[in-house]
């Protein structure tokens, strides 16, 4: 009889769900995002250097070049697709690094609660400054190489890569690969002279 009432004195215990995996890549990237936010002052080149190993880490980006790209894709040999893949990379990079220039307080915020569509998961992010609104960044993800790895970013309701899909799928066929690599690294490069 004690026992019992022992037992039903002592409180319920809560067991505390673990954090989506999709979460990590997200908060490692956030991570590098204020790192090289506050190192700013070193120049667009210099976040460059600092993001690239981040985007790589956190972006699937053959998938998202496969996309970006359009029909065209199919019909580049392996060795162009793995050139377009690294150009697409650098372009990522290059953005972030022209986009997150500075430091002045901001904060990064992740919703714990994660959204599954399909094989897809959708993790919901904000940028809260110091004094403003805060702005959504959300990205959709997907699993690839046994983790979970960015495959769309949305600044409100806009995808990038339906965008740049626009901006690509127009530049592949002319020129072919070649071309297109081209100007998808003029466009890096413009961004890092910014």
């Known amino acids: 009889m004690f026992c019992a009432a022992a037992l039903a004195a002592q409180p319920a215990v809560v067991v505390a769900q673990a954090p989506d995996p999709a979460i990590a890549t997200i908060d490692g990237l956030d991570n590098a995002l204020l790192e090289s936010m506050k190192a700013g002052h ?24 496969r ?19 690294k150009a697409f990379g ?17 904060q990064f915020t992740v919703n714990p609660v994660v959204q599954t569509r399909g094989l897809d998961k959708l993790v919901r992010s904000q940028i809260v400054p110091k004094s403003g609104d805060p702005t959504e960044l959300n990205y ?6 046994g983790s979970w790895k960015v495959i769309d970013v949305y600044f409100g309701a806009i995808s990038q890569l339906t965008a740049q899909r626009s901006d690509f799928a127009a530049a592949a066929v ?15 490069d413009d961004l890092l002279k910014r």
């Open 42 to 65: 070193a120049g667009a080149e210099a976040r460059y250097v600092r993001l690239l190993p981040a985007v790589e880490r956190a972006f699937d980006l053959p998938t998202m070049t």
């Open 67 to 85: 996309f970006a790209v359009g029909g065209a894709w199919s019909g580049y040999a392996p060795g162009e697709q793995a050139a377009l893949t």
């Open 90 to 106: 650098r372009l990522t990079a290059a953005n972030l690094a022209h986009n997150f220039t500075s430091f002045e307080g901001e």
């Open 140 to 145: 959709r993800m997907r699993q690839a190489g």
């Open 174 to 188: 002319p020129g072919g690969a070649a071309d297109l690599i081209r100007k998808i690294n003029a466009k890096a």
